[in-house]
């Protein structure tokens, strides 16, 4: 059976803590000496009010209503990566460049890493979604501390046989198929979110935070004996890998979270396959 998520920790708040002890000096500069960290900043707002300073911190962006867009202390996610959260009192973020979040976390639902950050500090007002922050940074440059790398698994375009529909194909032409039982490969993609069949799987370096690229079909009723067949997240937080799946498709949209999905698949069979 699979579990919810848990909530956990990341591993990089410790990051924050071991620079706290190799240069206490910061508590003193930040304006044209070393860099503050986020704590640094809150507890002393007064000082540093209306001045460029450059900080340390876990930068966390969050679409939705309302949006997050801070520098915080440190960061919690679930076990999947999702549902990132900022920890500690955070610092509202203006201007961050969208080219530095490439390097960042990614897992489907937010942008999330540790930065260092140049900006005018502002205090003492309401900033954000419903004025809920007291701080802003107005940020005129921004890097990552840490840099993190993908790697990405596809389906390659090729011909199944054997009745078997391509994957390309049934995204071209998914009238042909609507309403048929049809038998189709492509990558299984579970979060307790989403449930897709994709074109590919996008993976951090050390195999975390999946998520689903390229064309999706919402897909229900995948046998739980073949998902453990399959990369399991931690506590079972999400499934993934490439697949042989039958089932009946249909077409037309209105499908799956949201109704976002065109099409949707529902499983008779399937079967775990090894990666090309």
Request: charged share 20%.
């Given at each position: 059976m699979i579990r919810t998520p848990k909530r956990a920790m990341l591993?990089?708040?410790?990051?924050?803590?071991?620079?706290?002890?190799?240069s206490t000096c910061s508590?003193?500069?930040?304006?044209?000496?070393?860099?503050?960290?986020?704590?640094?900043?809150?507890?002393?707002?007064?000082?540093?009010?209306g001045k460029e300073i450059t900080v340390d911190g876990a930068y966390v962006w969050r679409p939705g209503d309302p949006s997050i867009s801070v520098l915080a202390l440190g960061v919690s996610t679930l076990d999947s990566g999702l549902d990132a959260q900022p920890l500690g009192e955070a610092?509202?973020?203006?201007?961050?460049?969208?080219?530095?979040?490439?390097?960042?976390?990614?897992?489907?639902?937010?942008?999330?890493?540790?930065?260092?950050?140049?900006g005018q500090f502002e205090t003492g007002g309401e900033y954000g979604p419903n004025g809920?922050?007291?701080?802003?940074?107005?940020?005129?440059?921004?890097?990552?501390?840490e840099q993190?790398?993908?790697?990405?698994?596809?389906?390659?375009?090729?011909?199944?046989?054997?009745?078997?529909?391509?994957?390309?194909?049934l995204?071209?032409?998914?009238?042909?198929?609507?309403?048929?039982t049809i038998t189709t490969q492509g990558?299984?993609?579970?979060?307790?979110?989403?449930?897709?069949?994709?074109?590919?799987?996008?993976?951090?370096?050390?195999?975390?935070?999946?998520?689903?690229?390229?064309?999706?079909i919402w897909i229900e009723g995948f046998p739980p004996d073949q998902s453990g067949q399959l990369n399991l997240g931690p506590n079972n937080s999400y499934v993934w890998g490439l697949v042989e799946v039958t089932g009946a498709f249909q077409t037309g949209g209105g499908f799956g979270k949201d109704g976002a999905y065109?099409?949707?698949?529902?499983?008779?069979?399937?079967?775990?396959?090894p990666e090309q």
């Open positions: 591993l990089a708040l410790l990051l924050l803590f071991s620079l706290i002890v190799l508590l003193q500069n930040g304006v044209d000496g070393d860099a503050l960290y986020v704590q640094d900043v809150v507890q002393q707002a007064q000082e540093y009010a610092i509202w973020v203006d201007g961050f460049p969208a080219e530095v979040t490439e390097g960042l976390h990614r897992p489907g639902d937010a942008v999330y890493g540790f930065v260092r950050v140049t809920a922050y007291h701080h802003r940074l107005q940020i005129s440059n921004a890097e990552p501390i993190v790398r993908y790697v990405e698994h596809r389906i390659e375009q090729s011909d199944l046989g054997d009745g078997k529909t391509s994957f390309f194909d995204q071209a032409n998914p009238d042909q198929y609507n309403g048929q990558y299984y993609f579970w979060n307790s979110v989403i449930y897709v069949l994709a074109e590919g799987v996008q993976t951090e370096e050390d195999a975390s935070s999946p998520q689903p690229i390229g064309d999706t065109r099409s949707i698949l529902l499983v008779e069979s399937a079967t775990a396959l």
